[in-house]
């Protein structure tokens, strides 16, 4: 069992007065600013977390890492299929998330949490 603890986010950080600071992910060589989150994100959330429920898709990655790590692999989906030409079957964007799960599941927590930078 590894001994290495993560600090969590800086709540000083994540508000100015009583106004949201932006995040933004940056993820191998990408960055994702929260301004650029589509419906297509939305939608690919919605097939991660299995539901649609207001309640069930919590999109601020500030608020956990499995969040983090969801937000991660739905930018990661949506790039792949612009850059693929991927034409939106369903066979097709399963395959995206599926693969986009195991990319982000198999990598450090280091890289993973440190991802997510703010303003």
Known sequence: MST???PAPDPSAMVVGEKPV???IVWRGLKFDESQLTGQHLSV???I???DD???LDIDPRHGHQRLMMMIAAFAVV?????SGAD???EAVEALV???MQEVASASAEEILGALHFG
């Not at 790039?79 to 850059?83: C, D, G, L, M, R």
């Open 88 to 90: 939106g079957g369903a």
């Open 4 to 6: 290495t603890t993560f």
């Open 22 to 24: 932006a995040w933004s």
């Open 79 to 83: 790039e792949a299929a612009a850059v």
């Open 45 to 47: 959330l919605s097939l």
């Open 98 to 100: 599926a693969e986009a």
């Open 49 to 51: 977390v299995g539901s």
């Open 54 to 56: 207001f309640s069930a």
